[in-house]
Each structure stands twice: as C-alpha cells, then as structure tokens.
C-alpha cells in the first residue's frame, strides 16, 4: 500500500501542474462497440476495448494474458499456452469467450490445462462486456463476455487492397512467429485471407522459481536425504521443462456488401501442440500428509512432483489441439417503420483436443501413441448455431430482440476419460432497450433460456459383489479356473444412469446513467443473472490428473443466480480524469469443488479413487465484491503527448458461512506511462501484485510481485502506400518470481521470466 500510496502522490502533484503545455487538445479516439453500434461515451456498461493494433504490436500472449493489464481483469494460466480469462473473480463457464459475437465452443471449461481456441492474428479489436447488452448474445454471462472483433467476413466494402507481412521474435523462448493478412475488393467481393505460425520453445524461468512439495512442507523435507532429491529440480535447469507451444492459424472469408445489407461465410482453422508442465499422478501416499484440510478448489496436486523420476523419466506429455469453424452471417436492411434491420449467422464448430504420452522427445508428437499403457485421449466438442437480432430501433430509443438456438454435443474418449459423452440444447430469446427516461439514459436487457443437458453416469458393479464374491471362494475355493474368470468379468460390469436435465432461466440487467455536469458522469447497474451448471459440473465422474483429482459431478445442481450492484462514475477536468467502479456480486447456488479431508479418504470402504483426491462439485450461497479505479493526467506537448495513469483492482469472495472462495485474485497497483508523437509511441507499465493470505482451507498463500513491461513502437513510411511498424518489447524485465494466484498450478508453473523481443510488419 506504502507503494500505491507514493504513486497517487505523483499523479496527484503532476495533475496541478501549469496547464500551460497543455494548451493544444488530445485527439479523441472513438471506438463502436460491436454490441450496441454505440460509441464507448455513450455506454453505461462497464466495458473495456482493447485496439488491435495493441494487440498486433505486442508480444505474442494467451488470451488471459494479452489483456489481464485491463482494471478488473485478469488470468488463470497453465503454462504459456493456456491464460483462460477471470472477470472480478469470476472465470470459467462464467466468462464467455466469443468471436464476432458468436460463442467459440472448445473445451477449455473441461480443464484448466485447456486453452481458449481463440486467434488474435489480424484483430480489430478485443471488448470486455458486462451489463445489459452482454445478454443480447450469451446465456449464463455471470462474469461478463470477451468478444474478439476480426474483419473476415467484411461489413463494409474493402476501399483499398492490404496486404501485410508480419515477423515476431522473443528471447525468454527462443520463439519466433510469423504472419500474413491480405484484404481487397476483387470484382464487387471483399476477399480476406490471415495466416499466422509460432513456435516458442521451453521459457525460461527464474532461479527457485519452480516450488516442490518438499519445499512446502519444511517438517517432511527434513526427513528426506539431500541426494535423494539431486537432479531432480527443475529449477536449477533455468527453464520450464514442457513448456513449449507450437500454433499455426488460418483464415479465409468472402463477403457482398450492398445498399440491402451484406452476406458472407468464412473459414477458420487453428492447430497447436503445446506440453503440459504439470500433469498429476495417482499415488498412494496420502498417510504422509494426515491432518491436511484439502476445502474446496485448492490445487492439491501440489502434492504430486512435477516430473517423478523413477516413473517418468524421459516421458513428455503433450497436447494437440485442431479446431474448424464455418461461418455464414449476414444482414438485411429492412427500414419499414417497425424494423430497421435484421443480422443473421450459422455457426459449425468442431474441436478436438488429445493429451499424449510421449517416451522420448524425439518421437514424432504428431502421430498417436497408443502403444504407450495410458494411450492418448481425445476431447471432442462439435456444435451447430443459428441466430438472428431482429433491430426495432427509430429515433426515440434502440431496441433488439435476439433469437438464438445451439446443438452441442461433448465426449471424452480414452485413457483419461473422466465423463461420458453429452448433448446439449439451448433455445434462447433476449430483449435489449436503450433510451432516456426521466432524467437518465436507460439501458435494459433480459434474456430467457431453456437448456438441455443429456448426460450419463457409469457405475462399477464390483462394489454390489464382494461380500458374495468372498463367501464364493470360501465354500468353492475348488472350484474350476472358468468360475473365476466369470466372477472377475462380473466385477467389471457397469451400470449406466441417464440423465435428461432441462433449466428454464430468465436473466436481466438495468443500467441508469446521468452526467451531472459537463465533466461528472454517473450511473447504477443493477442485474440478476442465471447461469444453469455446465455438463462437467453435472457429469464429471473419473480422475482428471492434470488438478490431482478423481473429480465427481452432482446431478442434483440447481443455476447460480448472480445478483449484481454497480456503481461506476467518471470525471474528466482538462486532461486530468478519474474513472472508479464499485461492485457487489451475491450468487446464490455458487458451484464449487470441495476436497475430501484425510479422515474422509481413510473412511473409504471401497478403493481410493486410484490414489488421487476426492472432489465433488457443490454448492453454497457466495458473495464477491470490490471496487476499480483509474486515475490519469495528460500532457501535451509541441511533438507529442504524455499520459500518466495509476489504477487499482481488488475483489474478495466469502460463502456464507464465512469461509473464502479459493483462488480469488488478489489487489493490483498498475501504473502506466504513455508518450506518443507522431509515428512513435512508447509505454511502460509498471504492475504491482499484492500477496494473497484471504484464502480457502487448503489454499497456500501467494506472495506478491512486481510485472514491469515495455512496449516502443515506430512506423516508417515507404512512401503513400507502404509502411513498415517496428515494436520493441519487454516483459518481467525485473526476471521476478511471479505468480497467479488464481492458477491450479501456481507453484510448479511460474510465470516466465524476463522476456525481450521486436516485432516487424510490413504493410504495402
């Protein structure tokens, strides 16, 4: 706090300081969102857009990474190629992901070693949607919506042909990447093509970076000879063994744009292969830890190493990921005196995901191993979307109504298999309404969804047959080697339970905005939004060793019902302003994992789930809350302008019986200082991670850390039709051991360490 206090006396001093530079007026930038077609100003959301060109000219990052620099935004990672985003606290089936407002259906909700599917290649722009009209398109949006805004299928005529050629280069991995976009109008067509391919090798990490179950528990490390341990820390290496991530994306998509509106379809293809730097085991050691509390999502699989030497020495465990997407989308423009317009898309999606076994590195990971005992399994997601915004908006008020209805059909096949396949239906209708009322500019939405989830339950018989199995081999121990063999069959048998679960949910958000003077804007949000359980809360019946558990759903869940209060004011002096947000999340029902305590595991009668630890999804009424706020002076000058800002985000989470929600992120001070002129444009930001000690029974502490970044852009200018954008990028430039609390992994998975690298793209 001594750290955040000091910077807001800096911003505090700056922003009395002689106006008189400041004489010339900052270029105001409007930025539309997608949503609404309404401009950033006249939004009463709390709603952040981050500019593709940010995104092109920086480094090479997941999703939860690339834009956890955002107030109230964050990420939970797994290695560098899965950064899965969290929104005050909130993440996973919670935060939708979405492309050009359209759900991207992967399996990242399956696990926390699976990615976001996304591609950030040739972006326009990346919004961060809460409130009203985040129910126009999404159902369950407790958390918010992240939209990824890409030009594939183009709205507008293409003006002038555009082709780019990108080269990116980082050192922390030895990685390179490299791209290709191209745009033009070919005989009344928009043809648009994107092509990008990285490869980044393990990261390097730094010194001690990298925590062994023996460092967490002084009293055992004690016990154990320091050569037995020699060899086997992977921190020593200085680099993160299976953290590698290979991805390749392409993109093709052809439009007719006209006085009555547009229609287009497009193409889309990603494949990655990325290792897994954790990957638990079963085992049989629990005794040694007798008397640990093991309460709700606490990442238990700290008590597996990272790589045991007498079991895995050699061995590499990968993934392989492939995802095609099909789009057609149009819009017809209507302007009769009721409906102005009608937006209209069909989305088929089909993802694979296959975890692999690997003996050696040199073994072509591509090919399957199914020679090896644990084989591979495939995670497999294949869906079908229709959808249609029907624009009733005149010049009195904006309203939409919008019809959406999805087929998603889920399996797990393989060694891993932890739930048996599913289908799922949504059927949904939502209502959004802006206008003024009274003194206020009004926002509305509300959204009812009918969801099916089709799901099954295997049950082991052998339980049902061991007393009997017992009492056979005492009266007929003599008994012929074929009696056997059928008891041993017998055992093996499963009893299969369908389940047909239907949720019928109603959500709904308000937001009222006034701006009380030229410079002073307020408004209120109010929403109560449901989300019904996902299939793996529901389903999930097997070990999932990448969270060191045998993970059970709970047939019974009802929908989370999230009651949000949002308090959001803005204030702009000059070029002197202030955003700050307040916010109060009660959920109801709020879906958990709970751990088995080392009573409940020796209690068991039957087995020990193959050595792993006992989670079942429950439920228990929650509370998050917390606040942001954003404080910045600019400052012109004759060849440019400097921009100093200083936010803070902080969100804490309780149960109700006064217990903490795990994993909840901890405060943040992110101090920023832009200079741009010209074709020249320079930022450092500086982010200070407080320690995390508000944690769930079973949780370890997260210390805190310091993240500063530098990004220094130039554009050259060829001549009237060609440039070239140089960016020179840092990152952890203080090579800190660094954390995220909120990841399952935080202790075996560090953050990289300190990262430089340029980027090049050329435009003609």
């Known amino acids: 706090m001594k750290r955040l206090f000091s910077a807001l006396f800096i911003v505090s001093a700056l922003s009395t300081y002689n106006t008189s530079v400041n004489s010339n007026e900052i270029e105001e930038v409007i930025v539309v969102s997608s949503y609404t077609d309404q401009t950033l100003g006249e939004l009463e959301n709390p709603l952040h857009v981050l500019k593709g060109d940010d995104v092109l000219m920086d480094s090479t990052l997941s999703l939860g990474e690339t834009i956890s620099s955002l107030l109230g935004v964050s990420s939970s990672d797994f290695g560098s190629a899965v950064g899965q985003p969290i929104i005050r606290g909130m993440s996973g089936s919670r935060v939708k992901i979405m492309n050009n407002s359209k759900s991207l259906r992967d399996i990242s909700s399956l696990g926390a070693d699976h990615m976001n599917e996304v591609d950030l290649n040739d972006i326009q722009q990346i919004e961060v949607v809460r409130g009203p009209s985040s129910l126009l398109y999404s159902s369950g949006t407790i958390g918010g919506i992240i939209n990824i805004i890409d030009n594939t299928i183009a709205r507008k005529d293409f003006k002038d042909s555009k082709l780019s050629i990108g080269l990116e280069s980082q050192s922390v991995n030895d990685g390179d990447s490299h791209d290709f976009s191209y745009q033009n109008n070919i005989g009344g067509f928009n043809l648009s093509l994107a092509y990008k391919d990285s490869e980044f090798d393990n990261f390097d990490i730094p010194s001690g970076a990298v925590l062994h179950t023996e460092e967490e528990h002084h009293d055992e490390e004690e016990q154990h000879g320091e050569e037995e341990h020699e060899g086997e820390h992977e921190e020593d290496l200085g680099y993160l063994p299976n953290s590698d991530f290979k991805s390749t994306s392409k993109r093709i998509g052809l439009s007719k744009v006209g006085d009555w509106g547009y229609f287009g379809f497009s193409y889309k293809n990603s494949e990655s292969l990325f290792g897994i730097p954790f990957h638990g085991e079963g085992h049989e050691d629990h005794d040694e830890h007798e008397g640990e509390d093991h309460y709700d999502e606490e990442a238990h699989h700290d008590e597996d190493e990272l790589h045991e030497e007498g079991e895995h020495e050699g061995e590499r465990i990968f993934s392989n990921t492939e995802s095609d997407i099909f789009d057609v989308e149009g819009s017809y423009i209507v302007n009769n005196s009721w409906l102005r317009k009608i937006n209209y898309f069909f ?160 959500s709904f958000a308000i937001n009222f905005g006034r701006q009380i003077n030229d410079n002073l804007n307020i408004s209120l949000g109010l929403s109560r939004v449901e989300r019904a359980p996902s299939s793996v809360e529901l389903f999930m019946n097997g070990p ?26 803005y204030y702009q002096n000059n070029n002197f302003s202030f955003k700050g947000n307040l916010f109060s999340n009660e959920v109801d029902n709020y879906i958990y994992l709970q751990d088995e305590t080392e009573e409940d595991h020796e209690d068991e009668e039957h087995g020990d789930h193959e050595g792993l630890i006992l989670s079942n999804y429950l439920q228990n009424d929650a509370k998050l809350e917390g606040y942001e706020f954003e404080i910045s002076q600019a400052f012109s000058f004759d060849r440019g302008s400097l921009t100093l800002s200083l936010g803070r985000d902080s969100v804490s989470g309780e149960f109700k019986n006064g217990k903490n929600i795990p994993r909840i992120v901890p405060a943040r001070n992110i101090l920023s200082l832009s200079y741009s002129e010209n074709n020249l444009e320079a930022n450092l930001t500086y982010k200070d991670v407080e320690e995390q000690n508000d944690i769930g029974d079973g949780e370890s502490m997260t210390e805190d850390f310091e993240m500063l970044n530098f990004v220094l852009r130039k554009t050259f200018t060829l001549n009237n039709e060609s440039k070239i954008n140089v960016s020179i990028f840092g990152k952890n430039l203080l090579d800190e051991v660094a954390r995220n609390h909120s990841s399952f992994v935080k202790n075996q998975v560090p953050l990289p360490g300190r990262n430089y690298g340029v980027k090049l793209k050329v435009i003609f």
């Not at 959204?447 to 199995?469: P, Q």
């Not at 999932?544 to 004011?569: C, M, P, Q, W, Y």
């Open 347 to 506: 989305r088929s999606s089909d993802y694979l995901h296959t975890e692999q076994h690997a003996e050696e590195e040199g073994e072509d990971e591509h090919m399957g191993h199914d020679d090896h005992e644990e084989g591979p399994t495939n995670f497999e997601n294949e869906s079908k979307e229709f959808g249609a915004i029907f624009d009733l908006s005149n010049d009195l008020f904006s309203q939409k109504i919008s019809l959406n209805y999805v087929e998603e059909d889920i399996s797990i096949i393989g060694a891993e298999a932890f739930m048996r396949p599913t289908d799922n239906e949504e059927l949904s209708i939502g209502y959004y309404l802006s206008k003024e009322f009274l003194m206020f500019d009004m926002d509305f939405g509300i959204r009812y969804d009918k969801i099916t989830r089709n799901g099954s339950l295997a049950h082991h018989e052998e339980e049902h047959h061991d007393d009997e199995g017992e009492e056979e081999h005492d009266d007929d121990e003599g008994e012929e080697e074929h009696d056997d063999d059928e008891h041993e069959k017998e055992e093996h048998e499963e009893e299969i339970d369908f389940f047909n679960k239907d949720f019928s949910k109603t």
């Open 544 to 569: 999932h060793l990448s969270t060191g558990r045998f993970e059970v759903g709970n047939t019974n869940l009802k929908s989370e019902t999230a009651n949000n209060i949002d308090l959001n004011l």
